[in-house]
């Protein structure tokens, strides 16, 4: 095996870390519309996941992620516009069901896809603002969640907790209490080099479930449980001490912290917390 | 990136797997177990030297030491291949992947020829002398002090946490030869034969039983060492450590990936349906991925602190989640809680308890789990030190 990202991909993270940055500041619409051109809703698992990775640093707002892993791996094709897809049967808190263009239902006939504006979704607050999730009225669904719509949200909650990482690390490295620079003091560098492994493995996982997507592994489907399930322990551990070494800056709306807490938190939650998914990996 | 190893390797698997298949010693010969890291059994002395003579012994070296030139991708299918038949390829690890390493690395080419070469052969088997009472996790603050007066040193102090020392036949041994110099740049490295006047060892038992005796005391009094003995220049000793804790510690990770599937295949029944379970699966992939990635031209030498970190602490949890699963039966000591296999010394006579215990060998020598946090934060995250 090799497990190391090629030059081109390399090359294709760093276009996208340069990209998203720059587009992210712009209005929402925009920020869709530059990615849709950009084709990186077509791009392959493993360079999606990268993809995934670089927008969930960024917070990003748009219906990327659920067009792309939950839409397109259930109908094979991209939608007009935006899209998602209702897997479990119960049709709550779907990501982006309030104004996707297109809406694929996973029922035991074959996949449906019908008109996001027929379904009569009702966007549902949650703690994260930017992420879409709507409860959606939907009858006679049977169970069943592509392998890449985890990936995703598994790529997208590294991306998120990396940032926590990374905004801990600038904090810890200027703020000085007691004479020292917090980042000198032994409990904080503990809390961070764990947060740091936490993120590399969940990070491999992810990598790994891309890959095994990307080359129909039958490994897949215990590759994409791993994958959501380190993911979001990865989470449980960055948000706690994320927000605690932060102290009390952390603990404020002004901060851009509680944003990426969010979403990280978000991604957990999302079709199953990493509890529910080291148990289906045991019967994967 | 691609789930598939390259045809090269694949081809070196399958010579060495032939290999294997055709000379490997059967259960018969293989009968006398060994009782330390540095006691090897005739047959496993006769083993090693065929492992050494068709350059599987260490096949990164070149074959006049054992090897065949090859890549780091294929020395870690060798050492797969070991692992996945449970088989060890030396019972005298240290002296291997470590003495015998850092020799060819360091040592003179007379030096190769005295020591290395028959340390691989396993015609003599060797030890290291490294902690100290006083030294540690500040191993750089060791006090054992060698003079050397014309072409002789003469040491004078103690070793101790010294593994196989009373069964080794020469110490790679750290000394302080500059005691004016700062800590780190005093230090040289000498080989002692144990059976000098003045070395003393005093082998003591583990937590598992008074008698598993590999931990030793040593004890160097007026112990005098040609100067040929030298390793690397004078005071260059710290070189030689991290070259020494260095070597094969890229595929290091590998002994705790074989912990975590022994735990895998060893725990299955206490594990069902038990999340646990899941992580430790979990856990065994992450760290065969990452350290996969360790084998390209990225690598970084802290990223090694991740890997030590992640393998030791799952190898720990998940021992104690399988010492826990197994209730009161876990208290029976001995007790046989893996297959047999005459090949494999471990663990199939160890306790649930034990196993749980010796987990902290991995989170506490050659490097604590604290320290490698240290390096992690200070290497990687760029924290100050």
Redesign the interface.
């Given at each position: 095996m090799e497990f190391e990202l090629d030059e081109e991909q390399r090359m294709l993270r760093r276009t996208v870390r340069e990209t998203v940055a720059k587009v992210r500041p712009q209005p929402e619409d925009r920020q869709w519309e530059t990615y849709r051109s950009l084709g990186w809703l077509e791009a392959p698992p493993l360079e999606l996941a990268l993809i995934l990775e670089e927008l969930g640093y960024a917070a990003d707002p748009t219906p990327f992620l659920a067009t792309a892993t939950w839409f397109a791996p259930l109908t094979g094709r991209l939608p007009e516009g935006s899209g998602t897809a209702v897997f479990d049967g119960v049709g709550r808190y779907v990501l982006e069901a309030d104004r996707a263009d297109e809406v694929a239902l996973l029922t035991k006939g074959g996949v449906t896809v019908v008109p996001g504006a027929d379904l009569g979704a009702q966007r549902v607050g949650i703690l994260d603002p930017h992420v879409h999730v709507a409860h959606v009225d939907a009858q006679a669904l049977s169970a069943g969640v592509p392998d890449l719509a985890l990936t995703g949200l598994a790529a997208t909650a590294v991306g998120a907790c990396r940032r926590v990482l990374d905004l801990v690390l600038a904090h810890v490295k200027q703020r000085t209490q007691f004479g020292q620079v917090l980042g000198s003091f032994q409990a904080v560098k503990h809390k961070a080099a764990d947060m740091h492994v936490a993120v590399e493995r969940a990070r491999a996982l992810t990598h790994f479930s891309a890959l095994t997507i990307a080359e129909d592994d039958p490994r897949r489907t215990k590759a994409a449980h791993m994958a959501k399930a380190a993911a979001g322990e990865c989470q449980r551990l960055v948000f706690r001490h994320g927000l605690q070494l932060f102290g009390a800056m952390g603990f404020t709306w002004e901060n851009e912290l509680q944003l990426h807490l969010k979403r990280a938190q978000a991604c957990d939650l999302l079709l199953g917390t990493a509890s529910a998914h080291r148990k289906a990996l045991l019967t994967a | 990136?691609?789930?598939?190893?390259?045809p090269e390797v694949e081809e070196f698997r399958a010579q060495f797997s032939a290999f294997l298949d055709a000379r490997l010693p059967t259960e018969a010969e293989a009968r006398e177990r060994s009782h330390s890291s540095a006691h090897v059994p005739d047959w496993a002395r006769r083993w090693q030297r065929t492992l050494f003579e068709h350059g599987w012994l260490l096949p990164g070296q070149p074959p006049e030491y054992g090897g065949r030139g090859a890549t780091l991708p294929q020395q870690l299918a060798h050492l797969e291949e070991l692992a996945r038949r449970r088989i060890y390829h030396s019972f005298n690890p240290q002296g291997l992947g470590i003495i015998a390493a850092s020799l060819l690395t360091f040592g003179t080419e007379e030096q190769k020829t005295r020591w290395a070469v028959p340390i691989l052969r396993a015609e003599i088997t060797a030890a290291l002398g490294m902690s100290e009472p006083e030294a540690g996790s500040d191993l750089a603050s060791l006090r054992t002090r060698a003079v050397l007066d014309g072409d002789t040193f003469t040491v004078n102090g103690q070793k101790i946490w010294t593994s196989g020392a009373h069964d080794a036949d020469v110490l790679l041994t750290f000394v302080r030869t500059d005691p004016g110099a700062p800590k780190h740049k005093g230090i040289s490295a000498l080989l002692i034969p144990t059976a000098a006047e003045g070395v003393v060892r005093r082998p003591f038992g583990s937590i598992a039983a008074e008698d598993d005796h590999d931990f030793n005391e040593v004890f160097l009094t007026d112990v005098r060492v040609p100067r040929e003995n030298l390793v690397g220049p004078l005071n260059a000793g710290w070189r030689v450590a991290n070259g020494s804790l260095g070597h094969e510690r890229t595929l290091l990770w590998l002994s705790y990936a074989e912990r975590l599937q022994d735990l895998v295949r060893d725990a299955g029944d206490a594990g069902?349906?038990?999340?646990w379970?899941?992580?430790l699966?979990?856990?065994l992939?992450?760290l065969r991925?990452?350290g996969?990635?360790q084998?390209?031209?990225?690598r970084n030498a802290a990223e090694i602190s991740?890997l030590k970190?992640?393998g030791s602490e799952a190898v720990q949890s998940a021992s104690l989640h399988a010492l826990e699963a197994h209730g009161a039966d876990a208290l029976a000591h001995p007790a046989r809680t893996g297959p047999y296999h005459h090949m494999h010394h471990e663990d199939f006579v160890s306790s649930w308890f034990e196993r749980y215990a010796r987990s902290f060998a991995g989170t506490i020598a050659g490097g604590t789990s604290?320290i490698?946090?240290?390096i992690?934060?200070?290497r990687?995250?760029?924290?100050?030190?």
């Open positions: - | 990136m691609k789930l598939a190893d390259d069902a349906g038990q999340e379970y899941a992580t699966l979990m856990d992939t992450a991925l990452l996969h990635r084998l390209g031209p990225n991740v970190l992640l604290e490698q946090r240290n992690i934060a200070e990687i995250l760029g924290l100050p030190r």
